[in-house]
């Protein structure tokens, strides 16, 4: 087994990981950053990354009482 790294011991996930965590693919996940939806992401290198914590609190902002709800 591979030693977590330093992000991810801090609790980040890369784009891959993050779109697993959602039950979606990364292609979404690029597809929401370009309209300015999904959740919060970091750039650090060059690279994406999703904090555990924006996930969560993105997956729990999803939360609907009825289909005439509209999303914020």
Do not use: H
Request: net charge positive; hydrophobic share 35%; with cysteine.
């Amino acid at each position: 087994m591979n030693k977590p790294s330093a992000l991810e011991q801090r609790g980040f996930y890369c784009e891959a990981d993050a779109a697993d965590q959602l039950g979606s693919k990364p292609s979404t996940l690029r597809a929401w950053r370009v309209k300015g939806k999904g959740p919060r992401y970091y750039k650090i290198g060059g690279k994406v990354f999703y904090r555990g914590a924006d996930l969560d609190a993105w997956i729990e902002a999803q939360v609907r009482g009825s289909t005439s709800e509209v999303a914020a």
